[in-house]
């Protein structure tokens, strides 16, 4: 199982591109990968560590616990690193 995190906060529009890059690139793998991704998104706001560490790069994107992407997500790039997960 792969867990994908993605650390939002409310009011973000990134956070939304974000979102809808990371369901688009699910979409688009063969089953036998996307099965395998376990998607998880945590608000900055509801814990002061996270908020303290990943404030300025919301959306962040990580990947078994380690940073995918910030800001910008490309979906090329996350499909690359989930088909290799």
Do not use: F, N
């Not at 608000?43 to 990580?62: F, G, M, N, R």
């Not at 910008?72 to 989930?82: H, K, M, N, T, W």
Request: charge should be negative; aromatic fraction near 4%; charged fraction near 25%.
């Amino acid at each position: 199982m792969t867990d994908l995190t993605l650390l939002t906060k409310p009011g973000c529009h990134l956070c939304d591109v974000a979102r809808e890059v990371i369901d688009v690139t699910l979409a688009g793998l063969p089953e036998s990968v996307s099965d395998a991704v376990e998607v998880t998104e945590l608000s900055i706001q509801d814990d002061p560590a996270l908020y303290e560490k990943w404030w300025e790069k919301i959306p962040v994107v990580l990947i078994d616990g380690k940073l995918h992407a910030h800001w910008r997500v490309s979906q090329d790039r996350l499909a690359e690193a989930l088909r290799g997960a």
